[in-house]
Structure formats: structure tokens, C-alpha cells
């Protein structure tokens, strides 16, 4: 059976967003200072014509101190709102993941750009990027307390419903949420991840069943994943053994990092397969648009 979310985007193709432009690269490298006082509800700031609110953050999360990025809606109602966490690709924290939190909180959603490498920490090309993602996800344990400390981070906010969060990913980042989903995580309402490389373990300790929703926008040219034989019947055959709630949208033409609108550049600078499609993302946006709403009464 299609799910209705599915179902409703394919029928309706009007149903999209159109991106907001990057005013910068991804490797731009400038990372402002975090303000204080995160526990009070946010201030309206200069962005609050532009439909939404915004400040970054600081706190513990597992050994690394997370300086994330927290953007409500605009609102003369306080909320609560329904809390999307945001997992970056595997460059780090940076403009784009952002931009994304920013989208959410225009929709009406409490969105939490996640620092996973700590101190808002970015790399800056291929090399760096496969050191910091290989050493986060070398140590499991690690991974899901900094995930967790983002998600009760969230919660904890009082303009936020803790009963509905949700966690997306892009790239590597699609990997992260996922295996969070793998691992049962409580709080976890659903998960879904956009040109993810379909890298899942099993769970420590071992689960009987995953409660969170998942979509998955799978991009078909990805070599990094279609290269592989097998990778992800594998991947739903790990998902398949804690019975989760899955659902892998094919994008028959498109490549790794395909909601990313400077993924061309930074490819043909490191000479590395990936590249942005408007079409594709524009889809990939509305059909993430339906599964939340399906998730949840959503404010949309």
C-alpha cells in the first residue's frame, strides 16, 4: 500500500517548494559566536519578516560541545510546535543544513540544525570530510549520545511538543538519522533521509522493534551506492529485521548530494560524483512535506 503522503505528492506536482538561494559555499569556512541564554524562549530577531526566528546554541553533547542552530517560526502564537532535528551531510555543520532549519520553521516547524563533529566544526574538502564522518560513525555509542543530546535538547525547549520530533539527514547525515531509527531511539517519531549511502549497523543492544517511520529519497546515479551490488537490499534487510516502517522513493536520474544547490561546484572543484537537481528536490521537498504531515497534525 502507498502511503497517503506519497500518494498525495504524486498526484499533486504543485505541492513544492522553491529553495531558497546559498548565499554563500559550503566551504565557506566563518562560523559566528553562539549567544546565551538558550533556555529562554527565542527573541525575535531580523529574520522575523522572513517568517521565521533564529539563533545558534551551545551545549554538551557526548564529548563534544554542539554549537547548533535553532530556528522557530515567526508567530504570534508561541507554539508548541512539532521539532525536526536536521543532520547534515558529511562536510559538517555549515550554511546549507542551515538554510534547511530555516525552510522548516517557515513551515511552521521548530527545526534544530545538529552540530555532530562539535564546535561547529566544517571540513573543507573530500579528505577532511571522510576523517571527521569516519571517526564519528567508528564509535556507535558516541554517535547516538550526541544525537540524543540534540534531541532532548529540542525537546527540552519550551516553544517545542516533545511528543512529536522528527530527524531528516542529507548524504552521510541520511546515514546518521537512519541508524537512529535502526536503533530504536525513544522520541524518534520519524526519520527521513535524502541521498543517504544506505550504511546501517545493528543495534547496540539489540531492539525487537523500531517505532519510528522512515522515508528514504534513494538517488539511483549514486555511484557511492549503486556501484555496490547489494547495498540496499542489505540495507532493507537490516531495517527489515526490527520491522520498521519503511519506504525508499526511487530518483531514477539523480546523483549524491541532489538537494544541494552548489553540489555541482563543489563537485567539479574535488572531482567528486554529485550533483544538484531542481526537479528532483523539489520533489524530494514535497514529498518530505507530506510525510511530516501524515506524521503528525502538522501546521502546514
Given at each position: 500500500?502507498?502511503?497517503?503522503?506519497?500518494?498525495?505528492?504524486?498526484?499533486?506536482?504543485?505541492?513544492?517548494?522553491?529553495?531558497?538561494?546559498?548565499g554563500e559555499a559550503l566551504e565557506d569556512d566563518a562560523v559566528a559566536t553562539p549567544?546565551?541564554?538558550?533556555?529562554?524562549?527565542?527573541?525575535?530577531?531580523?529574520?522575523?519578516?522572513?517568517?521565521?526566528?533564529?539563533?545558534?546554541?551551545?551545549?554538551?553533547?557526548?564529548?563534544?560541545?554542539?554549537?547548533a542552530y535553532l530556528a522557530l517560526p515567526a508567530?504570534?502564537?508561541?507554539?508548541?510546535?512539532?521539532?525536526?532535528?536536521?543532520?547534515p551531510e558529511w562536510w559538517?555543520?555549515?550554511?546549507?543544513?542551515?538554510?534547511?532549519?530555516?525552510?522548516?520553521?517557515?513551515?511552521g516547524y521548530a527545526a534544530l540544525a545538529m552540530d555532530v563533529y562539535g564546535d561547529g566544526k566544517k571540513?573543507?574538502?573530500?579528505k577532511t570530510a571522510v576523517s571527521l564522518d569516519g571517526a564519528?560513525?567508528?564509535?556507535?555509542?558516541?554517535?547516538?549520545?550526541?544525537?540524543?543530546?540534540?534531541?532532548k535538547f529540542l525537546q527540552a525547549r519550551p516553544e517545542v511538543d516533545k511528543a512529536r520530533v522528527a530527524a531528516i539527514g542529507y548524504g552521510s547525515g541520511g546515514d546518521v538519522c537512519l541508524q537512529m531509527a535502526r536503533n530504536g531511539m525513544r522520541g524518534l517519531g520519524g526519520v527521513a533521509a535524502f541521498h543517504p549511502l544506505?550504511?546501517?549497523?545493528?543495534?547496540?543492544?539489540?531492539?525487537?522493534k523500531a517505532t519510528a517511520k522512515v522515508m528514504v529519497c534513494d538517488a539511483q546515479e549514486d555511484p557511492y551506492v549503486h556501484l555496490r551490488k547489494g547495498k540496499v537490499a542489505a540495507f532493507r534487510k537490516e531495517m527489515a529485521s526490527v520491522r520498521t516502517d519503511l519506504v525508499i522513493i526511487p530518483f531514477p536520474d539523480a546523483m549524491q548530494s541532489f538537494t544541494v544547490?552548489?553540489?555541482?561546484?563543489?563537485?567539479?572543484?574535488?572531482?567528486?560524483?554529485?550533483?544538484?537537481?531542481?526537479?528532483?528536490?523539489?520533489?524530494?521537498w514535497g514529498l518530505l512535506r507530506g510525510f511530516l504531515k501524515d506524521l503528525w497534525d502538522s501546521p502546514q
Open positions: 500500500m502507498i502511503p497517503d503522503f506519497l500518494l498525495k505528492t504524486l498526484i499533486t506536482a504543485t505541492a513544492i517548494v522553491v529553495l531558497a538561494g546559498l549567544t546565551k541564554g538558550e533556555g529562554k524562549p527565542l527573541e525575535a530577531t531580523e529574520n522575523a519578516a522572513a517568517g521565521f526566528t533564529s539563533k545558534e546554541v551551545t551545549f554538551a553533547a557526548g564529548k563534544i560541545i554542539s554549537k508567530k504570534k502564537t508561541a507554539g508548541p510546535y512539532p521539532g525536526i532535528l536536521v543532520c559538517g555543520h555549515n550554511d546549507y543544513v542551515r538554510m534547511r532549519a530555516e525552510m522548516l520553521a517557515k513551515l571540513a573543507h574538502d573530500p564519528l560513525k567508528a564509535n556507535q555509542r558516541e554517535m547516538n549520545a550526541r544525537v540524543l543530546a540534540h534531541l544506505f550504511n546501517v549497523v545493528p543495534s547496540q543492544p539489540p531492539i525487537r544547490p552548489n553540489a555541482d561546484i563543489v563537485g567539479e572543484k574535488f572531482r567528486i560524483p554529485q550533483a544538484y537537481s531542481p526537479e528532483a528536490d523539489r520533489k524530494a
